[in-house]
């Protein structure tokens, strides 16, 4: 029971793990989060770089200086306090061994009171230095022990490490101490230590200085805050002094980027403010300089398309009035032919024959420097595609029976809508099957259309002579001939796989071809679904199933029809 | 007929003489108003750039007279941009030049056909939602609104009966076409979307909004019902 309990146990750790591990993976959160803000920041702003660069660089250089003349002066400082101290150290124990000269150790009894009177006090009260110092003079427990001057708190022997001792022994020798000599204050003293050669029955004596480094010690710190502080000031004032002229000069630069985004955005009056003579005038006045002459470019264009829209618009009324005329006799000269003799019979027949063929032709190359002119619009509107592919193909019918071809139509049974302008899709469709039909041979041409969620296609495949791979793009070519030498058998215009490219790609669509020779050759049509969208891939092959020795893709030929 | 071009307007009197028609002719827009009221025309054929007053002008003003006349528009423009706005100005239908004179004649007739079915049998039809109903009067060629007559053009007339005829059914462009304009195939379907504007400005309480004659996305229009 008891193990089944322990597994009844609920899996969770307890509520305040959880809200531990919730707050950790919250700061972690925060903290990608940040981390991200700040790499971007840091990646954006040249300002915050060079800031930092300054500041980390100013701060190692400052440093390394700081720190050199901090330990040289205190160097110096403690070299002539050891120098003065050591002259005094010597002199000190000269007159100390001329005073106990004339002491002898017999009366024990008054010997330190002499000791303290005559040798340490006038060594204590005449230093050359300005401040005070203790002076102890260290002779064998039995004769008087330690004695000093001003007669310290502690007993000074503890002061004097045995390592100071034995080197005293063999001459003048120093350490450096830190201690409660007295009461209440931890000083730190230089102490120097001198034997005095007394001749005293071998007893050793020995003269101690303590010289308290106090002065030195205040002067080391004044100058380490003053170079601290000076370090920190500069370091900083640099920091602020960089900052302020990169915003100097990244400023203008800002500016020039606003009003470059703001010039490409089509506001070609934007001009940026020139200030001064420096460079930074001179980057804005060149810049302005380049948008006055985009304007007047740009203007200039703008005019020159207007005006060929113009010239289209008026050639286009100009031809065609005069050109109904003509139509309308020679239609009339035609329809009486018959009472002509068989000469001017036949010239009727040719006059309206060629008068179909410069109609078609002047109706494509107005459209043409239509697109040229960019002044073509698309009238998109939901269409259902599988009518119009069956209206166009039925109204083919006649140049396919002519051409002796059969058309076979494959269309979907849902109907498929697409927002299209479907007068030109129209276009489009006709010119396809008609070059199919005219290339086909006789033999059939099959129309596919399908659909996936964003995109319809429409293939149209032929089995006639088909394409060379060369020739894949060039038959988009305004009035490309895939062979000059052969015989014309439809009136086309050699214009209307330009149109149709051109009608593609104002729907944002792609058309492309592929062929082989003897392999016949296939038009494919691929249209988004929704207008202004971006045709990722096309529901039908460029390269038909029965194509032989075609891979399944051309890597080569995708979106031909859109790079071109 | 309204055409600045003498050797159109020679040329288009002997085809139109030849077919049976009497053309009377005009050169300028100014002078095809007073024309227009001196004649009384069947039809109009207009062309859109005229000197002095404009095509698109001159149909507007005899779209402001109380007369149905049937006004086909010759165009040398195919700018969705011209089409329409000759379309919008009342023009009942249009021809690019350079048109074939078969052609022009075949729309000619088609306009003329309007409203000369001969004896129709009395026939009411009611269409719209209930709050707001329109009631037509077939051979009255009437139709009024809430008790309000309502002036169409009697292609807006034909173009309403078609729907009005087959409620619920819906009719694509093409159809339409067919049915209400006479063309067998190749047609421009912006004939059918600026006329059922214009229909929906005359009969539809909220143009923007239509009850009456409703859209079908990506196949066509239908008459609404209650």
């Not at chain 1, 150290?89 to 002491?103: D, F, N």
């Not at chain 1, 022990?145 to 503890?158: F, H, L, N, S, Y």
């Not at chain 1, 659909?451 to 089995?463: C, F, G, M």
Request: glycine share 6%; hydrophobic share 40%.
């Amino acid at each position: 029971m008891a193990a089944a309990e322990a597994t009844d146990e609920p899996p969770e750790p307890p509520p305040a793990v959880r809200a531990l591990r919730a707050f950790q993976r919250e700061l972690s959160a925060r903290a990608v989060a940040g981390y991200a803000v700040a790499r971007r920041t840091w990646r954006r702003s040249l300002q915050l770089r060079m800031v930092t660069i300054t500041l980390l660089a100013s701060a190692l250089l400052v440093g390394v200086f700081g720190y050199l003349v901090v330990s040289l002066t205190t160097r110096n400082l403690m070299n002539a306090a050891e120098r003065a101290a050591e002259e005094q150290v010597i002199s000190g124990a000269e007159t100390a061994r001329t005073s106990l000269q004339t002491l002898a150790p017999s009366n024990s009894s008054l010997l330190p009171t002499q000791i303290r009177s005559q040798v340490l006090d006038p060594l204590a009260i005449s230093p050359d230095r300005g401040q005070q110092g203790t002076v102890a003079l260290v002779t064998p427990d039995e004769i008087a022990g330690a004695i000093a001057v001003p007669p310290p708190d502690r007993d000074v022997t503890e002061f004097i490490t045995p390592e100071l001792q034995a080197a005293v022994r063999k001459g003048i020798s120093r350490q450096i101490i830190t201690g409660e000599l007295y009461e209440g204050e931890q000083v730190t003293y230089l102490v120097y230590g001198s034997p005095v050669p007394v001749d005293w029955q071998g007893a050793e004596v020995a003269l101690y200085y303590f010289f308290p480094l106090t002065f030195e010690q205040e002067t080391a710190n004044d100058i380490r805050t003053i170079v601290l502080a000076t370090g920190v000031m500069l370091v900083l004032l640099l920091a602020v002094v960089t900052g302020l002229v990169t915003r100097l000069v990244v400023r203008p630069v800002r500016l020039a980027a606003r009003t470059a985004q703001r010039l490409s955005a089509g506001l070609l009056d934007q001009r940026m403010t020139v200030t001064g003579e420096d460079d930074l005038a001179l980057l804005a006045a060149s810049f302005n300089q380049m948008a006055a002459n985009l304007q007047r470019q740009i203007v200039r264009l703008e005019e020159m398309s207007r005006l060929q829209r113009r010239f289209t618009s008026d050639v286009s009324h100009e031809l065609r009035t005069p050109l109904t005329t003509v139509r309308m006799a020679a239609d009339l000269i035609f329809n009486e032919r018959a009472s002509y003799p068989p000469e001017v019979a036949r010239s009727a027949e040719l006059l309206q024959n060629e008068l179909d063929r410069f109609e078609s032709l002047l109706t494509d190359l107005l459209e043409i420097s239509r697109f040229d002119a960019g002044f073509a619009s698309l009238d998109s509107e939901p269409t259902d595609l599988v009518p119009v592919v069956r209206q166009a193909v039925d109204r083919l019918s006649a140049i396919c029976a002519r051409a002796g071809c059969e058309v076979k139509l494959r269309l979907p049974d849902q109907p498929v809508i697409a927002e299209v302008d479907p007068r030109r899709v129209d276009r489009i469709l006709r010119n396809l099957v008609e070059n199919a039909a005219e290339h086909g041979e006789g033999r059939p041409v099959e129309v596919t259309l399908a659909a996936n969620d964003t995109a319809a296609a429409v293939t149209v495949r032929d089995h006639g002579i088909g394409l060379r791979p060369e020739e894949r793009k060039l038959v988009f070519n305004r009035f490309w001939r895939a062979d000059p030498s052969r015989a014309r058998q439809s009136g086309g215009t050699g214009l209307g796989l330009s149109i149709s490219l051109e009608d593609a790609r104002l729907h944002g669509g792609w058309l492309e071809a592929w062929g082989e020779p003897n392999q016949g050759s296939q038009f494919r049509l691929t249209l988004p679904l929704r207008a202004g969208d971006r045709l990722a891939d096309s529901p039908l092959p460029l390269v038909p199933a029965d194509a032989n020795g075609s891979g399944p893709t051309r890597p080569e030929l995708t979106g031909s029809g859109v790079d071109r | 007929m309204v055409d600045d071009d003498p050797a159109l307007a020679e040329m288009l009197g002997i085809v139109l003489r030849n077919e049976g028609f009497e053309p009377v002719f005009v050169a300028d827009g100014e002078q095809a108003l007073t024309a227009f009221r001196d004649h009384r025309p069947d039809i109009i054929l207009l062309d859109l750039m005229l000197p002095g007053m404009s095509g698109i002008d001159v149909c507007r003003a005899i779209r402001a007279e109380p007369s149905g006349v049937p006004i086909v528009m010759l165009t040398a423009k195919t700018d969705t941009v011209d089409v329409v706005l000759g379309l919008e100005s009342g023009a009942d239908d249009y021809v690019v030049k350079p048109f074939k004179p078969k052609e022009l004649v075949a729309r000619i007739r088609a306009q003329l056909r309007r409203g000369r079915g001969g004896e129709t049998p009395a026939e009411r039809l009611v269409i719209g939602p209930p709050h707001n109903q329109i009631t037509i009067d077939v051979p009255a060629h009437t139709v009024t609104r809430n008790g309000e007559e309502v002036k169409l053009t009697p292609l807006e007339f034909d173009l309403l009966i078609a729907l009005a005829r087959k409620p619920r059914q819906v009719f694509t462009r093409e159809v339409l076409l067919e049915q209400v304009w006479g063309y067998r195939h190749s047609a421009d379907t912006r004939l059918v979307n600026v006329h059922v504007q214009r229909l929906r400005a005359k009969i539809e309480p909220d143009p923007e909004r239509p009850e009456i004659i409703l859209t079908v996305r990506g196949v066509g229009y239908k008459a609404g019902t209650g």
